[in-house]
């Protein structure tokens, strides 16, 4: 089975890792359920980034404080 899947494979297992550590009664298995997710979640953003390259979209040259300057519509 291959190890590279699609950004939405991975999304699904961090929540499906979040949900069962929620639901844990051991602590230290909890968190490492959760740092598990994290690293999904991570891998799932690298992944839609590289798949929206592949797409021919471009990735936004603009900081994240300008994102939210645009947003809320301070100049």
Not at 39 to 58: C, I, N, S, T, W
Request: aromatic share 2%.
């Amino acid at each position: 089975m291959s190890e590279e899947r699609d950004s939405i494979h991975h999304q699904q297992l961090a929540r499906r890792a979040r949900r069962i550590a929620a639901e844990h009664s051991d602590p230290l298995v909890a968190r490492r359920l959760r740092e598990e997710a994290v690293k999904h979640d991570r891998l799932a953003k690298q992944l839609a980034r590289e798949e929206e390259l592949e797409r021919g979209g471009k990735r936004d040259a603009i900081s994240f404080g300008e994102r939210w300057r645009r947003k809320l519509g301070i100049n």
